[in-house]
């Protein structure tokens, strides 16, 4: 199993920038890719953003890139999602997950953090 705890979110006014972070612990290695997903109030849970845990290797969601960067500190396990010039519209609760190896899906989420932009 993997532990997955989020935080760093928070209220921000539209412009602003938050830093999450989530701490990974238990078996790191099992763990073939992280990713960001968040879900707004009233709709789907949608993909953010993800790292290789060994590869680094990025990917974006079209609605994040150049706002957003994911980054992972190997010597911590944590890993983080920089989000820059926010808009009302990132208002979500942010997830992190783990894929790992062998799995099909992300099989492994945190507890989720709340960001809320005002306008």
């Known amino acids: 199993q993997v532990q997955l705890v989020e935080s760093g979110g928070g209220s921000v006014p539209a412009g602003g920038s938050l830093r999450l972070s989530c701490a990974v612990s238990?078996?790191?290695?099992?763990?073939?890719?992280m990713g960001w997903f968040r879900q707004p109030p009233g709709k789907d849970r949608e993909f953010v953003a993800r790292i290789g845990w060994s590869s680094s290797h990025l990917f974006y969601a079209d609605f994040v890139k150049g706002r957003f960067s994911i980054s992972r500190d190997k010597t911590m396990n944590n890993v983080y999602l920089q989000m820059n010039t926010l808009k009302p519209d990132d208002t979500a609760v942010y997830y992190c997950?783990?894929?790992?190896?062998?799995?099909?899906?992300?099989?492994?989420w945190g507890q989720g953090t709340q960001v809320t932009v005002s306008s």
């Open positions: 238990g078996r790191t290695n099992s763990i073939y890719v």
């Open positions: 997950a783990a894929q790992r190896v062998g799995s099909a899906s992300y099989d492994q």
